[in-house]
Structure formats: structure tokens, C-alpha cells
């Protein structure tokens, strides 16, 4: 097993793709940020609640001062600022990274070389799902380092006391990703196209699935005279992971233990269904 | 005669259709077996279940002495090396990442056995050149090469000469020969272009329609294929009569030819037997048969 492992990350830090979305990645997250920082510092500028009025009484009449308090607020906790630029987008880059790299083995046929050399074919499962943590890694370290910079750059105020917050973040999106990853691996080696999985996960991470049973309950609650709410059919753990918004961010450890949970799940079910598959079904 | 594959009614069956259907071959260690057929005969389903690639519908297999009925044939098909149709290779990879991969999933870590596996398929050149870019005879050279990684006991070659012009099948044909020769590998290959085969193979399985029609071997077909008579007469039965009085080898191709593969230097004396029998002998004339002809003739009676 340990030398299917070394195969694929071998293969794994040969695929253009590999630098090629971390480099889209990181140009993104320069953008975003640089646009969100000066939208924040815009908003900062006018915003009347950081405004503080002041009246004063003299001979010579009222003296009305306005001062500016943003500044001597507190400073920029980089996990609310960087969450929600790692969290979707990376999401986005691991799904279809992962649909790619999986669809790869099988569209050239390599699989016809190796699957028959090792002595169970569920090696390749595991091999896949360290391929697709190591590169939920590499993404995540791209995004994270890249967003941590760009925003002590553009931001008036960054206080570093906040990053242990956030490094914890990062490893509650870490488990996230690696779910995400492993359902996109699992839905491309059924069928053996990497469109398939690469569509579904983006539909469903941008809730357009949950929004189409919305108007879907809305209809069968109207015919029916019932108050059904379809969209609580989804599992919470999965509507609260494929959202694009930004992740909880204050540290308190639910979301860690939400994401590891989902992670678990998530490598169970492609460890076990995808072993059955590439054990019982010919090679293409 | 040690046999390192044994096949009894081996069947794949797709749905209403049997591609392979109850074949049985045997194949000596050492050798090479040309399986030979027409497109969509059923030779690389065949092989794909040989080299682990598809499971059989029913019958049994024994590779290397591990049999499919205990389960232990997997432990075989480690020791097997396949090109299955097209060479399975990352186009967007140099010839020697595409085999290192290969060596690495062998447990094989060595850089220096990569390029002498490059070496032997002639492609110790190609430097950085990605696979992509490479001519077919480059890659099919390619997919022989990585079929060899692991040192297989055994090498199943799909179709290796296919579209190949005669330069790459003249060198594909001697990376075959040498990997045979000088590693003792038993290689099974398919093909129909059947003279090229004929240079290759020391055994032969011909099949048809999901069928093995018939096994043999170099020897065993050069014999058949050498030269004979061919007579037509107005009754192949009366005339088969006076050819076994005769003690000929013959055979009954239909209702009015015959074939008497010895004796060819008597041919007056079977022409003068035959009409004194009161035989109408319309043509008597001597023929070789090239490989083509004996299966085109082999296929028409299946």
C-alpha cells in the first residue's frame, strides 16, 4: 500500500494542475482582498457609527466637533477577514482538482497498468484519499498564506493576537475540504467523469439545490395544505458545509468538531464504497 | 511441458451477448501464443480476464499454479505484465516519469532500472520529451517497455503491431523476441495481421465468434498450411474412398473438394486411381496455402 501511496504522490506533484489552481488561487485571493480592503477602508471612512460628536460651549458660540473612533477600535481579526476568501473558493479548487486527478487514472487507462500489480485494488482508494488531504493542504497553505499577507497590506489595523483563532479555522477547513474533496472523488470514479462531480458539488455549494426544493415545498404545501419543510431533508452537516459563506470563525471549537466529523464520514463511505467499486467492476 | 495458464470454459457474458464463450486453452511455459481472430472475436476480452483486468462469468483459470476457484489467482496477476488496447500512459508526463511510476507501484525505486527498461524498447533518447508527443510506434514501444516493469513471468501484448509502419513492427517484434529469449518471459499476443505473427509465435489459439476454434502449434501449422492437393471432383465421398485406399492424408473441404496434404509427388497415380474408380475429376492442380487462407478457410467452417 505504502508503495501505491508513493505512486500517486509522485504523480500528485507532477500534475500542472496541482500549481496551476494554486497560482488561480492565490491571484483571486490578491484580488478579493484588495478589493475588500478598500471597500472596508472606504466604509470605515464614512461609516457614522464610528463617528463621535462632540458639542462645547463658549463665549463665542457651540462648538460641534466630529472625530473619527475607527482607528482607535481594535483591530482586524484575520479570521473573519480571510475565512470567507479560503473557505468557498478553496472549496471550489479542491473539487474540481480532485475530479480531474481522479478522472486522470482512468481517461488515459493507466489504471490498466498498476490495478492488477498490488494485491488488493483498495490501496488505490487510500492512495487517492492522501492525495486528495495533501492537496487540501497545499491549497489551504496557498490561500491562507497569500490572504494573511494581502490583508496586513491593505488593512489599516491587523491584530496578530487572533491567529491562534485562526489557525484553528484553518484546520476545521482543512477536515471540510478533505469532505469535499473525497465526495467529488467518489461521485467521479462512479461515473467516470469528472464533469459530473465537478457540476454537482458546485450546484449544491451554492445552495441552488437547497433553493430548488425551496420553491419545489412551496408548491406541494399549497396542493396539499401541509407545512413541510423540504429542505431540511439534507442533512445539517452537509447544508452547513458546502455554503460558500464564511465558515464560523470564533474559535470555539464547534465547527472543528463538525468538520472532523464530516471528514470521518466522508472517508468511511469513500473508503468502503469506492473499494466495492474498483473491486467488483472491470477496468476501463 | 510445465503450463503456466490453464483455461477451462472460460465465459464472459455481456448482458444477451457470451464475448468469450467457454474457452479453453493451455499455454507452455516459455512460449509465445498468438491469438489469433477478427475484430470482435473475443481476444481482448479474453486477455482481459487473463491479465485481472475483467472477471470471468463462469469457468476456471490456473496462472502460475494459483487457481480462480480457491481465490488465489490475484497473487498471479501481480506477476503479469500487460499492454491491453491502447498503452495506458500520462500524456502530459515524460516516458521515463510514465515508467517510474510503474517501477514505483512495483516497490521498485531504482532510476537506473527505469532507464535500462527504456534501453530495452529503445526509447533511452527521448529525453524530456512528454508522451503526448511521441509517434505510435513510440508509445506502443512505451507500453511494452512499462509491461515489463516488475519482471513478469508473463507478458500479454493486445494488438502490440497495430498501426505500426513496418519499421516500428520489425522493432516491436524484436523487443518481443529478445524479452522471450533472454528472460525466458511466456508472452501471449494477439493479432490479426497473421503473417507478422507467424515470425512471432511458437503456439497458436484461433478464435471466432467468442470460440476457440482451434490450437496449435508453429509446427502444427506450418503442416497444415504447406503444400497439398486440391482436387474437385463430381463426389468428394466416393473419392475420399479411393484416397484412404490409398492410404492418403486427406481431408473433405465440401461436397466436391478434397485436400491430400502427403503424397503431394504422386499426384499422377491419385489422378489415375481416382478415374479409374469411375471419379469425374474436374481439376487436380498443387497448391501452398498461406496462413491467411488456411484460417479465412478455418473461420468459414466454425
Redesign the interface.
Known amino acids: 500500500m505504502v508503495?501505491?501511496i508513493?505512486?500517486e504522490l509522485?504523480?500528485l506533484f507532477?500534475?500542472?494542475s496541482l500549481y496551476v489552481t494554486a497560482a488561480v488561487c492565490a491571484g483571486v485571493i490578491i484580488l478579493l482582498v484588495m478589493l475588500t480592503s478598500a471597500l472596508i477602508n472606504i466604509v470605515t471612512d464614512v461609516s457614522a457609527s464610528d463617528l463621535t460628536v462632540s458639542m462645547s460651549d463658549s463665549a463665542e458660540g457651540t462648538t460641534v466637533s466630529v472625530s473619527d473612533t475607527a482607528s482607535q477600535s481594535g483591530g482586524t481579526n484575520p479570521a473573519d477577514f480571510c475565512s470567507g476568501f479560503i473557505s468557498g473558493l478553496c472549496g471550489i479548487f479542491v473539487v474540481i482538482f480532485t475530479a480531474i486527478f481522479i478522472h486522470?487514472f482512468y481517461r488515459?487507462?493507466?489504471?490498466?497498468?498498476?490495478?492488477?500489480?498490488?494485491?488488493y485494488r483498495w490501496y488505490f482508494q487510500v492512495s487517492k484519499a492522501v492525495c486528495i488531504a495533501v492537496y487540501s493542504v497545499v491549497i489551504l497553505a496557498v490561500a491562507s498564506v497569500v490572504s494573511l499577507i494581502m490583508s496586513a497590506i491593505s488593512l489599516n489595523s491587523f491584530e496578530f493576537e487572533y491567529m491562534g483563532v485562526f489557525f484553528q479555522f484553518l484546520l476545521g477547513e482543512f477536515f471540510l475540504l478533505n469532505a469535499i474533496g473525497l465526495l467529488s472523488a467518489f461521485l467521479t470514479e462512479l461515473t467516470y467523469s469528472k464533469v459530473t462531480a465537478i457540476v454537482y458539488i458546485l450546484l449544491a455549494s451554492t445552495n441552488l439545490i437547497s433553493g430548488m426544493l425551496s420553491l419545489l415545498e412551496d408548491k406541494i404545501n399549497d396542493i396539499f395544505h401541509t407545512q413541510i419543510e423540504l429542505w431540511k431533508l439534507l442533512p445539517s452537516l452537509y447544508q452547513g458545509s458546502f455554503r460558500l459563506g464564511a465558515p464560523d470563525t470564533s474559535g470555539n471549537g464547534e465547527m472543528l468538531a463538525h468538520a472532523i466529523v464530516l471528514s470521518v464520514v466522508f472517508i468511511a463511505i469513500y473508503n468502503a464504497a469506492g473499494a466495492y467499486l474498483i473491486t467488483?467492476r472491470?477496468?476501463k | 511441458m510445465e503450463y503456466i495458464l490453464k483455461t477451462n470454459m472460460l465465459t464472459k457474458q455481456f448482458k444477451q451477448q457470451k464475448a468469450v464463450d467457454n474457452v479453453s486453452v493451455s499455454i507452455e511455459r516459455g512460449s509465445i501464443y498468438g491469438l489469433i481472430g477478427r475484430n470482435g472475436a473475443g481476444k481482448t476480452t479474453f486477455l482481459r480476464m487473463i491479465g485481472g483486468l475483467a472477471a470471468p462469468t463462469s469457468g476456471e483459470m490456473e496462472i502460475m499454479g494459483f487457481r480462480s476457484s480457491d481465490g488465489t489467482v490475484n497473487q498471479a496477476f501481480e506477476r503479469i505484465g500487460s499492454l491491453i488496447e491502447q498503452p495506458g500512459i500520462y500524456k502530459n508526463m515524460t516516458a521515463f516519469e510514465n515508467c517510474r511510476l510503474k517501477a514505483m507501484c512495483c516497490g521498485v525505486y531504482s532510476e537506473d532500472y527505469v532507464k535500462a527498461k527504456l534501453a530495452l524498447a529503445g526509447l533511452q533518447d527521448v529525453g524530456k520529451k512528454n508522451v503526448g508527443n511521441f509517434s505510435l510506434g513510440m508509445k506502443q514501444r512505451l507500453g511494452v517497455a512499462m509491461a515489463t516493469i516488475g519482471e513478469p513471468e508473463m507478458l500479454i501484448l493486445d494488438e502490440p503491431i497495430n498501426g505500426l509502419d513496418p519499421q516500428g513492427i520489425i522493432e516491436v517484434r524484436d523487443i518481443i523476441h529478445r524479452i522471450n529469449k533472454e528472460q525466458n518471459i511466456t508472452i501471449v499476443i494477439s493479432s490479426h495481421i497473421l503473417e507478422e505473427l507467424s515470425k512471432l509465435a511458437t503456439h497458436y489459439g484461433i478464435i471466432h465468434n467468442g470460440r476457440l476454434v482451434e490450437q496449435l502449434s508453429h509446427d502444427e501449422l506450418l503442416g497444415k498450411c504447406s503444400a497439398r492437393l486440391e482436387i474437385v471432383a463430381d463426389s468428394a465421398e466416393k473419392a475420399a474412398k479411393i484416397l484412404k485406399g490409398l492410404g492418403c492424408n486427406y481431408s473433405v473441404a465440401n461436397e466436391h473438394m478434397l485436400f491430400v496434404n502427403d503424397n503431394i509427388e504422386k499426384s499422377a497415380a491419385i489422378n489415375k486411381a481416382l478415374v479409374t474408380g469411375g471419379i469425374g475429376v474436374e481439376s487436380l492442380y498443387r497448391r501452398s496455402q498461406s496462413l491467411e487462407e488456411y484460417f479465412i478457410s478455418l473461420i468459414s467452417r466454425a
Open positions: 508503495n501505491v508513493k505512486m509522485y504523480r507532477r500534475t500542472k486522470g488515459d487507462g493507466y489504471s490498466k497498468n498498476v490495478i492488477a500489480c498490488v494485491k467488483k472491470d477496468v
